[in-house]
């Protein structure tokens, strides 16, 4: 007896173990039903925690690529978004270029700034067009409702301007509501010579085109006069003037070739 319990003590223990819970149960001595349903909670809320902690940790790779992806994709609307606006700008700006008073008469060719100055007072600018284009030295280069300057050198798709402030630059006008003739002339101040001293021009009054030159087209700003004086034995005015172009908001210009002007049509007609 005492040898097979020895050799066998771990079931002999077990089967007492069970009939002492038994037991215990049907009478009541241990509440083993209430200890049970503690330890299941117990357990059970464990088993859980550590569910929900291994499905997060293993999830964690893909919540990553998706912070990724959405990132990727705000960055790339976004960018759409900025491209968009300024296609907008764009569109607004050329809108605003065509309306210029050469839309009907003149023939023009559109063209991007390439370089100009940061500054108001730069005097030259390169664009975006040339001899393939159909453009050619001498031809008139104007923004909107503004003479900007005129081409003096063109290459094959680039072409230099020389600015209306450009001192080597004169541009027939006519000044104010009486028409008062002159030309305007750039340099380190903007002056209007050859203004008759006979006739009335004021500060504040605006500067056009003439058209005569055969260069510039006629009715578009030039300037504006600034001062205005003159000496008793004086033939001309002494008119100091500001330029209205500013060459640092410029984008895109039209170049009006020279043939291209009705006078000279007109004349090339009659020959």
């Known amino acids: 007896m005492i040898n097979f319990f020895l050799k066998y003590k771990k079931l002999v223990l077990l089967i007492l173990l069970c009939l002492f ?5 049907q009478y009541g001595l241990i509440p083993f039903s209430s200890f049970a349903v503690k330890t299941e909670w117990f357990v059970g809320s464990i088993f859980k925690w550590v569910s929900f902690v291994a499905t997060d940790i293993y999830n964690l790779p893909n919540r990553y690529d998706e912070s990724v992806r959405r990132g990727i994709e705000e960055n790339q609307q976004r960018m759409h978004n900025a491209y ?10 050329l809108r605003k270029l065509l309306n210029m008073p050469a839309r009907k008469k003149f023939k023009a060719i559109g063209a991007e700034v390439l370089m100009s100055g940061i500054t108001s007072n730069s005097r030259s600018i390169f664009i975006g067009c040339g001899t393939d284009d159909g453009v050619k030295r001498g031809d008139a280069v104007v923004f909107e409702d503004l003479i900007v300057g005129k081409i003096v050198k063109a290459g094959s798709n680039v072409s230099l301007v020389y600015l209306i402030t450009h001192p080597d630059i004169g541009v027939d006008v006519l ?4 028409k008062v003739r002159g030309v305007f002339r750039g340099g380190v101040k903007s002056t209007v010579e050859y203004v008759d001293v006979e006739k009335k021009v004021s500060k504040g009054d605006l500067i056009y085109s003439s058209g005569r030159g055969g260069v510039y087209p006629p009715g578009f700003k030039v300037g504006v006069i600034e001062k205005v004086s003159s000496e008793k034995k004086s033939v001309f005015h002494d008119i100091e003037a500001s330029p209205l172009l500013d060459v640092s908001k ?15 049509d007109e004349a090339s007609e009659e020959r």
Do not use: A
């Open 84 to 93: 968009y606006r300024n296609i907008l700008d764009e569109n607004q700006r």
């Open 21 to 25: 819970i038994i037991v215990s149960n």
């Open 175 to 178: 000044i104010g509501e009486k």
């Open 250 to 264: 410029i984008d895109y210009v039209f170049v009006i070739p020279s043939i291209s002007l009705p006078f000279i």
